[in-house]
């Protein structure tokens, strides 16, 4: 094994910058660069010395030197941490120095792919800390972490010593066992089994709130010019962001802010008010649009209610229908508004009324953007699924189970039966990783960030 070395701290000044060395030779990596054979920090104490490049009385820097010998370390190797000054300048030099004494610059997640071979932690709280470093929003950071203290392994534990279970008994039927299976051990084990597929299904209803939390949606809002769109955007944000002003055609450009709705992460977007115009850069804002339309998860089409009904406002009714969309209908607080209510044909989507003014429906709005995604209960207690892989490999694990639930009452032979329970186990297995082919764990490994 060799040496891995990485900046474990961004790229850029800061106060402190880490380098992180893992594998057989950090300590003595760390003794050649500080001139000093005889080192060696205890693992609970940090200490302070010079760095100096070698053989030069010259010193890079003065850095606070920690020694975590194998195995009680994150790796399960030896590991050193340096922290430096958070200047690029010396953190770049300090790297180099490892590398001319053999250490070799780390590949995205190697530490944790190092830590999950040496059994520091299973596959599923490796990516739970990619995920936690990712997370965007408190409830995103809050799933990742309840991974990674093993919520997720824990529970599919139950699940696998009850399919072990059932597959010693029924080897052990094969084996010493001339008849059939008697009724009542047939029932049994059917019940057991029904209560593993309950809880794969159970777990896996938890995906579609927990990609929310974890992907985030994308919103745009969309109308003609001056209905409030760029008012609607700065109340979702709580920020005056966008300019917003009496004349029509105020924004030119797509604007993008990130807000969090129930702990989902929302990526919002303002556009240029859509109308036919012949001004160039106008109709550049409108191609933008469209673009920014069709990639939305969801369209938000604002139209002013003070107002009767534009061309332009049934025009863009129409575009937002092909995909997902709500009506946001705005300036609920003009006189006109109540007056034209009753005479306003009713949308065929959810609409909402809405003041951008007084904020009066704003968390209506706030609730409708996430409504056609099933509901999120990011504060509730409940763990949720929030990686297609996970999802994708618990679904099959509870096919495979059912099948030999089904094939157990048509009254198959044992064989047959086992088939199903042990490739249900071999999916779970690679959730957590025992049975993850090298390909995938490469593939999930890619996804990390260097230095972790
Ligand atoms: N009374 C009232 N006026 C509003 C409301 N929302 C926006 N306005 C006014 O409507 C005008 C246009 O608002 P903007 O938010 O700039 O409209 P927009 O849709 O972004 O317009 P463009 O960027 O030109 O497409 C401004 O004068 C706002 O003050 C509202 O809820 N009530
Ligand atoms: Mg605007």
Redesign the pocket.
Same mark, same amino acid.
């Given at each position: 094994m060799d040496t891995i070395v990485a900046l474990g701290t961004p790229a850029g000044r800061s106060a402190i910058g880490v380098i992180r060395l893992s594998g057989p030779d950090s300590l003595s990596i760390l003794r050649s660069i500080v001139g000093d054979d005889h080192l060696k920090p205890r693992p609970s104490q940090s200490v302070l010395r010079s760095i100096r490049s070698n053989g030069s009385s010259s010193i890079l820097d003065r850095a606070l030197l920690s020694y975590f010998p194998a195995p009680n370390s994150y790796t399960g190797e030896d590991v050193v941490e340096i922290s430096c000054h958070g200047s690029p300048v010396i953190l770049r030099q300090v790297v180099d120095l490892t590398l001319a004494l053999g250490a070799r610059p780390a590949g995205p997640g190697e530490f944790t792919l190092r830590a999950l071979g040496n059994d520091k932690l299973n596959l599923c709280q490796a990516e739970a800390i990619r995920d936690l470093i990712n997370a965007q929003t408190e409830a995103a950071a809050q799933q990742a972490l309840r991974q990674l203290m093993g919520e997720l392994s824990a529970r599919l534990q139950v699940s696998k010593q009850k399919l072990i279970q059932t597959i010693v008994q029924l080897e052990s039927a094969l084996e010493f066992v001339e008849d059939d299976l008697p009724q009542l051990k047939k029932r049994q084990i059917a019940a057991e089994l029904t209560d593993v597929t309950t809880a794969f299904a159970k777990l896996a209803s938890t995906f579609e709130s927990g990609h929310l939390l974890r992907e985030g949606l994308k919103v745009t809002i969309v109308?003609? $010019?001056?209905?409030?769109?760029? =008012?609607?955007?700065?109340m979702l944000l709580a920020s005056e962001r966008?300019?917003? =002003?009496?004349? $029509?055609?105020?924004?030119r450009d797509t604007i993008t802010e990130r807000i969090s709705l129930e702990g989902v992460p929302v990526l919002l977007t303002?556009?240029?008010?859509v109308r036919d115009s012949t001004d160039r850069i106008e109709n550049m804002g409108v191609a933008r649009t469209r673009q920014a339309m069709s990639e939305a998860d969801l369209v938000m089409v604002?139209i #002013?209610g003070?107002e009767d009904l534009e061309v332009e406002d049934l025009r863009v009714l129409s575009q937002a229908r092909s995909g997902r969309h709500i009506v946001a209908l705005?300036?609920? #607080?003009?006189p006109s508004f109540a007056v034209l209510e009753k005479s306003r044909p009713s949308f065929e989507a959810r609409t909402i009324n809405?003041?951008?003014?007084?904020a009066g429906g704003l968390e209506t709005l706030r609730a409708a953007i996430l409504e056609p995604f099933g509901s999120v209960d990011s504060s509730n207690a409940g763990f949720l699924i929030t990686d297609a892989r996970h999802y994708d490999l618990l679904v099959r694990a509870r096919l495979e189970v059912q099948s030999s639930v089904d094939l157990l009452q048509e009254g198959a032979s044992e064989e047959l039966i086992l088939i199903g329970l042990h490739n249900g186990l071999r999916f779970l297995g690679q959730i957590t990783g025992e049975t993850t082919p090298n390909e995938i764990l490469t593939e999930i490994f890619a996804t990390f960030c260097i230095g972790k």
């Open positions: 109308g003609r $010019p001056n209905v409030g769109k760029s =008012s609607l955007f700065n966008a300019i917003v =002003s009496e004349v $029509p055609g105020t924004t303002d556009t240029a008010g604002v #002013d003070s705005n300036k609920s #607080d003009a809405v003041s951008a003014v007084t």
